[in-house]
Every structure is written in C-alpha cells, then in structure tokens.
C-alpha cells in the first residue's frame, strides 16, 4: 500500500514556542490530505483537510491561527502549532488517499508541551 | 450530518475465539463507504476491511468479515480464531463517495478496546 511519513514521532516543546509537524507522502501525489487529534483513549477528532495549493478547511471550533496548515507541494503537508500550551499537548495523525477510498495513515506525532 | 456510534468501549475475549464489534451509523446518502480500521498499541492506524454500500455482498478479509445491514445501518465486524496480535483499538468509519476531485473526509466511531487473553 501507500506509504505516509509523518515527523516527528514525539516532540516535547515548552510553553509559548511553535512546533513543525510534517506529512509526506512517499510514493504517490496527495491533493488532499487530513490532519486529526486524538486524545488518549479516544476517537479521531478531524481538525482539518488540507488542500494542496490552496487554504485549509478547518473544522467547526478548530482555531485556524494557532493550528497552521500549509499543503505547498503534492506530497508535503505541514501542521504548525503555534504559541504551544499544555492544553495542545496530544497526539496528531496525518492521512492522505490515492485515487479510490483507502486513507492511508502516518505514524502520529506525540506533542507534549511543558 | 453523518454520524457513526459503537456502543461497546470495551471487549475481552480469549485466544481462538470468535468476537464481533458492533457499529451503527447514520446518514441520508444512498452510496457510500465503511471501513474498520485497527489501532495498535504503536498507534498506527490500519485498514482492516472495507464495505461499498453498493455491494450486497458483505467483504470479508481472512479472519475479518462484516455483517453489512444496509436498511438497518448497521456494519459489524466479526473476527474469528482470534489472535493476540488482534488486541488493539477498532475504530468504524463512514465515508461519503468522492465527488470530483476532492476527497471526501472520514468519520470515526467512538472506539471498541478490544483484549485478546491468553
């Protein structure tokens, strides 16, 4: 299948900075790619679709300007959390689909801010 | 909107045996797409198996099948001769058809943890 990249794995920033989340899509071109949190224990919470060369749909009640998606090539989409609080420390999954209907998933990224 | 409910948050069952996860969803769209995906403890997500709405016909992927009741909107998973490797998360997911050329977005069911014993 299709393979995603997702990097960092985990990353432990401190309060106040901004962290760079990257999604990559290896061997196949990703129009549209999906961002989402989870928190422990639960369900995938999508934050948004990222559109390449275009702006972002952000989800209802999902803060465009602290959660900063750029989708500038065909298989490079980038999540930034801007002005990190501990209240955004969770885990973050990208997903990109080939043509068809199988998402494809990256490893997640375990962001935890002190 | 569609909406997607598995009312089991947990499941434990012991090796070998067989143990089906339920999930309901709700929509007004006639074609469309379910899925099963694993969460493993590593956390990455997995295809498990995935049902067109259009096919009467219910998928099955070796151990993994699904009951697909179209006019009850329900899509259960079934998985027999159950492994260890089989504890993980299940999450059910609803997905409309594609139309052009966006991609249509996942919906996620709340979850089932399921625990294969030894």
């Known amino acids: 299948g299709a393979v995603v990249s997702q990097h960092p794995s985990r990353v432990i920033c401190k309060s106040g900075t901004s962290v760079k989340i990257e999604c990559r899509s290896l061997d196949f071109q990703a129009t549209t790619m999906f961002w989402y949190r989870q928190f422990p224990k639960q369900s995938l919470m999508l934050m948004a679709t990222?559109?390449?060369?275009?702006?972002?749909?952000?989800e209802q009640g999902v803060e465009k300007d602290k959660f900063l998606i750029n989708h500038a090539s065909l298989t490079l989409s980038t999540l930034t959390v801007t002005s990190a609080h501990p209240e955004d420390s969770s885990f973050y999954i990208c997903s990109a689909r080939v043509q068809g209907a199988e998402a494809f998933f990256g490893q997640g990224t375990r962001l935890t801010v002190v | 909107a569609q909406t997607v409910t598995q009312s089991q948050p947990e499941m434990s069952v012991q090796e070998a045996e067989t143990v089906t996860l339920s999930c309901t969803y709700d929509t007004s769209e006639s074609n469309y797409y379910l899925f099963w995906y694993k969460q493993p403890p590593s956390r990455q997500m997995i295809l498990v198996i995935r049902?067109?709405?259009?096919?009467?016909q219910n998928a099955t992927e070796n151990r993994f099948s699904v009951n697909f009741q179209k006019a009850a909107k329900s899509f259960s998973l079934k998985i027999s001769d159950s492994q260890l490797g089989d504890t993980a998360m299940y999450f059910c997911a609803f997905m409309k058809l594609p139309r052009g050329q966006g991609a249509q977005k996942l919906v996620f069911g709340q979850g089932t943890r399921l625990t294969i014993n030894p």
């Open positions: 049902q067109e709405a259009y096919k009467q």
């Open positions: 990222s559109n390449e060369g275009s702006k972002a749909t952000y």
